[in-house]
């Protein structure tokens, strides 16, 4: 258990890690719950409704700007040397735009009538639509003002508890959509679970920075000035680039779905990927916790050890999502089928073209996340907006025959370019200046997850029975197991106090 002290960096790392884990758990439980229990009760074109409020929900974060990133990178230096009075001025200028940004928000929730005509919702669910997402977006710009203190929580690598809160709620949650619509509320009770859950969040959020007395002291009396927020705007944009582009992408793939498939491809689309979100939300989580830690290492002026310690817990996670994604080919039909009661169907080869993208879009992230901790401020800028020109010009191209299948695969293309044209050759230079290759092991580990994905799908292709796709399991699965249990003592690190 002494991996696990909140002492070390390792400790710290492996306690948000763990909890992180058990709230993605958590979410998968809601998510789950949440389409059989909408089912019952309505209609696929309502769940597709009710989709889309929750994304057009998520989507608000673009009002961020950055700005939380930015945060979270800048309170690092401070937190690890243990300066914490040296966090006001920062702190204070963050609380500023963090107010100005909620106003804003709260602004937006008078311009969101227009969306029904926007996205083709009938008529009979324009109204409610509208009124709800008006109420979810002024509670979204009242807790915009806190986001600083969870940006410091965050660059202490001490978010545990806020995870466990966050998993208890997510999964009471379900109890409270059960209730609201037996007892017909339907999508009213979408703000309530929000505010259940942000609330909550926001209380463990202050009790942590009390108990481990992380408040800036005098941040309150600290005068910010206009070149300050500025600057810090200027340092958001950066950071801001990266995530607004990824909102505005799946804006524009949800507008892409709900205007020109309708509400049940909404629906069908949002079941048939819930594997694949899975895993990109797990991997993606697993960067997001490493951040910090090895920000941490960069900003202690030790680049070589950070680009080690990134590569050595890129390549296994990578490979354990390529082999997910073979997996997840299989047997991703039977998934859906025994989800949704066989209401549902999703097409094999938007399967095998949606754990393709889920491969390209992992690489991407990872990518992605290296550039921030470097401060790789040409590529912060340049890359998201690299993908975003990806994905408006293959979502174009499926306009020739729109329908889900060439959906999938234009999302699939889209993240290939940046990878190529961005990240990729940033990341190169940066492993060429420091010498560091890949040893034998790493690249087994990688050729044997590969060659297991692409089997599947040779495998699925041609609808082998289930007696051959046992034998791909254990011809290909039982040697990437043992590589990548040797690959394990490579997690630099795990190693490092």
């Known amino acids: 258990m002494s991996l696990f002290s909140s002492s070390t960096r390792t400790g710290r790392f492996l306690r948000m890690l763990a909890t992180s884990n058990v709230g993605l758990v958590a979410t998968v439980v809601y998510s789950m719950g949440m389409v059989p229990i909408i089912l019952y009760f309505t209609s696929v074109a309502d769940l597709g409704l009710w989709t889309l409020l929750v994304q057009f929900t998520g989507y608000l974060g673009l009002v961020d700007l950055g700005v939380s990133s930015a945060c979270t990178r800048r309170f690092v230096g401070p937190i690890a040397r243990k300066e914490i009075d040296a966090l006001s001025a920062s702190f204070k200028t963050a609380f500023i735009i963090s107010a100005m940004q909620g106003a804003f928000c709260c602004l937006l929730a008078f311009l969101v009538f227009p969306m029904s005509s926007l996205l083709a919702i009938p008529k009979e669910k324009a109204d409610l639509f509208c009124s709800v997402f008006f109420i979810q977006t002024l509670l979204v710009g009242v807790f915009f003002v806190l986001r600083p203190f969870s940006s410091i929580l965050q660059a202490a690598q001490r978010y545990e508890l806020n995870h466990a809160v966050g998993a208890i709620t997510t999964v009471l949650s379900l109890a409270i959509i059960w209730f609201g619509l037996k007892s017909g509320t339907g999508l009213w009770t979408l703000p309530l679970v929000w505010l259940v859950q942000q609330s909550s969040s926001v209380l463990a959020t202050l009790f942590m920075l009390k108990r481990l007395k992380l408040f800036p002291a005098g941040w309150r009396d600290h005068r910010a000035s206009w070149c300050g927020v500025t600057a810090f705007w200027g340092e958001s944009l950066d950071f801001f680039s990266w995530s607004g582009f990824s909102i505005l992408g799946s804006s524009l793939q949800s507008v892409f779905l709900c205007r020109f498939l309708g509400l049940e491809a909404v629906a069908i689309w949002n079941v048939g990927t819930k594997l694949a979100s899975f895993a990109y939300m797990l991997f993606s989580n697993f960067f997001n916790t490493a951040f910090m830690g090895l920000s941490e290492l960069f900003e202690k002026g030790d680049p070589q050890n950070c680009l080690r310690s990134f590569l050595d817990l890129f390549v296994p996670t990578l490979s354990c999502l390529t082999i997910f994604a073979g997996c997840a080919v299989l047997f991703n039909d039977l998934f859906i089928l025994l989800w949704t009661h066989g209401q549902i169907a999703f097409a094999p080869s938007c399967t095998w073209a949606i754990f393709s993208w889920l491969i390209f879009a992992g690489t991407l992230r ?106 791909l399991l254990s011809f290909l699965g039982l040697p990437w197991v043992y590589f990548f249990l040797k690959e394990l003592n490579a997690f630099m690190l795990l190693r490092r106090n």
């Open 366 to 471: 990872a990518l992605a996340c290296f550039s921030n901790i470097w401060q790789n401020r040409k590529t912060m800028r340049i890359g998201p907006a690299v993908e975003f020109a990806s994905l408006v010009l293959f979502l174009g191209l499926s306009l020739f025959a729109p329908s889900l299948r060439w959906f999938a695969f234009a999302l699939m293309a889209s993240q290939i370019p940046p990878i190529l044209l961005s990240y990729g050759p940033s990341f190169l230079m940066v492993r060429k200046f420091f010498n560091i290759r890949l040893s034998n092991n790493q690249w087994l580990v990688i050729t044997f997850s590969l060659a297991f994905f692409i089997s599947a799908i040779g495998v699925r292709a041609c609808q082998a029975p289930a007696f051959q796709q046992a034998l």
